[in-house]
Every structure is written in C-alpha cells, then in structure tokens.
C-alpha cells in the first residue's frame, strides 16, 4: 500500500519593497491601464540587494517548519524548485539546508520553470509514498528581477520575487491523488533566459534576460493548463465538479480566467493573488497556497487542482486531497469510561 502524504505547513515570503505599475511607467513605455488589462498585475515584489533565492527560500520555511511545529533536524529531505539560483551551484535547497540547520536531510534543486514547484511536490510525494522518508521540505523561490530586462517593455511588467514552501509529511488521510506532468523542448525558443550556463550563446548579452513570444505562450498556456487538469482529473478517477479550488500558476488573471471558463468552473473556485505578486515562476503556487489558507479557502477534503505551465516548454498539474495544517499527531488513544469506586 502506498503511503499517503499532507501537507502540515506552508510558509510565505515576499521582499519588502514594492513596484507598482506607476513605478514602471517611468522606466518604460507603459500604463497601469495596459498591465492591469492585460495581465491583472497591479504591483510585484523586488528583493533588496542582499537577498537571493536562497535567503527568501529560508524565510519561507521557517513560516513552515513552525507551523508544522517540525524542527528542521528532523527533515528528511529538502527539494527547492528554481530559474533563479544564487549561483550555477551549490544548489539552493543546501544553502537553505544550511541556513535552517537542517543537519540530517539531503537536498537538491529543480529547473522546469514555472512547473519547478509542482514537479518537486510530485517527486517528494513519491519518496512518501515508497516510505523512503517521512518529511520533505518542498520550496519555490525566485529572484526573477535579476534575469528582467528592465527596459524590455514585453517581460519587465509581469514578474516579480518571492518564495512559498511546504513541509510534506507521511500521513493517514490527504495528499496527492494524481499528478501529470508533460514537455515540449521544441517550444524552447518561445520562453527562455540563456545564461550564465555552459551553451556557448549563454553567453551572449542579449541571451541572458528572459525572453519572450507572449501571444503564443498566452496560447499554449490556455490549453496547457486546461487539458492538464482534465487528465489528472481521470487519473483520480474524479469529475470536473470535484475541484473544490483550483491553485493555478499566477502569471496573468486573462490565463487564469480563460482557463476556468473552458473547464467550466465558476471563477471563484480559482485562487487569484497575481495582482499583488505579478508572476513568480516557481514560487506562485506555494504562496497562492498559503494565501488560500490565510483566508480560509482550504478545507478537510477539498480537491485541490494545483496546474501551472512555464519555459520548457512544460506543463503539469496535480490533484491535491486537502488535510488540516499543523502537526501530525497520533491517532488519540480511545477514551475508556473509568469504573467508579469506592462509594
Ligand atoms: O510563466 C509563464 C510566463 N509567461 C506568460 O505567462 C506570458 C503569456 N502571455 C501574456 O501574458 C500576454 O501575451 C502579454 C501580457 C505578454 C501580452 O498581452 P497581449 O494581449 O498578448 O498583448 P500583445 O502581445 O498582443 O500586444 C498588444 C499591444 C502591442 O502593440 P500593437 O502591436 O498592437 O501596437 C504591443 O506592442 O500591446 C503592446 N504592448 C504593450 N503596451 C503597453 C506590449 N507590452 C506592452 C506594455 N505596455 N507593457
């Protein structure tokens, strides 16, 4: 029998500073009128010049270690989903490793863009599921203000930093119920940031900022996400009626909107937070996540459909069975009646 997992914390950061469309009309040709037309953004985070995808990836799992009320000496593992690394490597899931003192799990990172978080879920919920580990620390977090272009008018206006984490532990009740996830390297030229890497046009100026055909990932995005649900929607063995919210990558409120309307689901079953965090790749769904949660949108039971897509290209979604956040107890002992004595 496979081990089912839950979610026991879930944790949040975003930089203090913030960047409102306003703010981007004097660095380029812009309107807060397009951008929130258009995207839906209203104004994203910027990290400070000391922080990086590892330091804001701490932050956030320190909100969910606590609560989780688990000590980061007892995790297991750590997998940190990133485009935006502090450097080529050491990976950030050990610098974050480091930083929480978290002495006995391993730690790697993950690259598939937007699909990072998701696909690190996925891959800590099958190290549960063998009963390889008890508790994983998943992250997303992102610097993508240092990969913009900032006088590219086509990218600058719809991303923005942050970092979610959960800790997924070993449970009775919860937990994944399907995922899928899906590429096509072909679609490579349409959304990319070349370098620093190892190809040699990586190391191109014009390379390393990300790059964008937007019409046609606003195409692929729509289908992508729709037909991503569907099939892990069968792979549950559940209806389309069954989604009680769907958490989806927060790139852009049209996406998202076009999305639950070809699925048929009222708009209000989808998490929105992109107008104050514009897109922030790996790290949107974990924090739509805790979002969800601060305003009690999760419930015992829920199906949750996590979907997302991004540069790659890449695709997945994942239904989630939700269970309560905070500690994993054990089952109460059963209560016997005591016998009166004496009188
Ligand atoms: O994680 C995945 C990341 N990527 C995405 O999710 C991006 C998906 N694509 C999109 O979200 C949309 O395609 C955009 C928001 C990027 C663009 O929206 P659109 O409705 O597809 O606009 P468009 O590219 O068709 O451009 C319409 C017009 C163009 O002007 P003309 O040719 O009609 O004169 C653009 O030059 O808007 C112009 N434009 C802008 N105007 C003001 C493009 N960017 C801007 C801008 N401000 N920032």
Redesign the pocket.
């Known amino acids: 029998m496979t081990i089912r997992s839950r979610i026991s914390g879930i944790g949040k950061y975003v930089p203090e500073r913030v960047l409102t469309n306003f703010d981007?009309e004097k660095l380029?040709?812009?309107?807060d009128t397009?951008?929130q037309e258009?995207?839906g953004v209203r104004e994203r985070h910027i990290a400070a010049d000391d922080e990086t995808a590892s330091s804001m990836g701490i932050l956030a799992a320190q909100q969910a270690l606590a609560q989780a009320e688990v000590s980061p000496d007892d995790l297991d593992l750590i997998i940190a989903a990133t485009t935006s690394p502090d450097g080529m490597f050491p990976a950030i899931a050990s610098r974050i490793q480091d930083g929480l003192g978290a002495n006995h799990a391993g730690a790697f990172d993950i690259n598939a863009?937007?699909v990072g978080f998701l696909s690190a879920l996925a891959t800590a919920s099958q190290f549960i599921a063998t009963g390889t580990y008890q508790r994983i620390l998943v992250i997303g977090s992102e610097v993508l203000s240092r990969i913009i272009d900032w006088n590219d008018?086509?990218?600058?206006?719809?991303?923005g930093d942050g970092a979610g984490a959960v800790v997924l532990e070993a449970a009775e009740q919860g937990g994944p119920l399907s995922f899928v996830l899906h590429s096509d390297g072909s679609g490579a030229s349409s959304?990319y940031a070349h370098g620093p890497c190892s190809a040699p046009n990586g190391l191109e100026a014009d390379g390393y900022f990300i790059s964008?055909d937007?019409?046609r990932?606003?195409k692929f995005?729509v289908q992508a996400m729709e037909s991503a649900i569907r099939e892990a929607i069968d792979k549950a063995g559940l209806d389309l009626s069954d989604v009680d919210l769907m958490i989806p990558?927060q790139?852009?409120l049209?996406?998202i909107k076009a999305t639950a309307k070809a699925l048929g689901l009222p708009p209000e079953r989808a998490m929105i937070n992109v107008d104050r965090y514009g897109?922030t790749?790996s790290a949107s769904i974990p924090m739509a996540l805790r979002e969800a949660w601060e305003q009690d949108r999760l419930h015992e039971g829920d199906r949750l459909a996590m979907v997302?897509?991004?540069?790659g290209l890449v695709w997945g979604a994942m239904i989630f069975e939700w269970s309560a956040v905070g500690p994993v107890r054990p089952k109460a002992a059963p209560v016997h009646a005591t016998t009166a004595s004496g009188s």
């Open positions: 981007l380029v040709n812009t309107s397009w951008i258009r995207t863009a937007c008018r086509n990218t600058c206006v719809l991303f959304l964008m937007g019409r990932i606003f995005a990558h790139a852009n049209r996406i897109n790749s997302t897509f991004g540069g």
